[in-house]
């Protein structure tokens, strides 16, 4: 199974990033089986929420320091999912990382992801 995120780096205060996860062997296959996270862990905290989208796409979910401001998308047909991230703010610098699970309930929860991403940092400077 491999989850491989890309697209964080230094970003001024107000600026934007993508990121990008692509999916590859996961068991419950096809990709559209999986429920997909973004999650995000700063130095010194614990692993928190960002946000997350279902099987089909058709449902979001966000935490509420990020709505409004943040995007997440998948396309079944690539077996990604990505996270617009705009508006960007100091306290979003964080490592990122991507989850895979399969069901469709209590996605916010990181203990119900079997599968994650090596992450990808997110640096926005003031």
């Known amino acids: 199974v491999q989850l491989q995120a890309s697209g964080g780096g230094l970003v001024q205060t107000g600026g934007s990033l993508r990121l990008s996860c692509v999916v590859s062997g996961l068991p419950f296959s096809p990709f559209s089986r999986n429920a997909m996270g973004w999650f995000r862990q700063a130095p010194g905290k614990e692993r928190e929420f960002v946000a997350a989208i279902t099987r089909s796409g058709d449902t979001t979910y966000y935490r509420d320091s990020v709505k409004g401001r943040f995007t997440i998308s998948r396309d079944n047909a690539k077996n990604t999912v990505y996270l617009q991230m705009n508006s960007l703010k100091p306290e979003d610098t964080a490592v990122y990382y991507c989850?895979?699970?399969?069901?469709?309930?209590?996605?916010?929860?990181?203990?119900?992801?079997?599968?994650w991403g090596q992450g990808t940092l997110v640096t926005v400077s003031s």
């Open positions: 989850g895979a699970r399969d069901g469709g309930s209590n996605l916010q929860y990181p203990r119900y992801y079997r599968f």
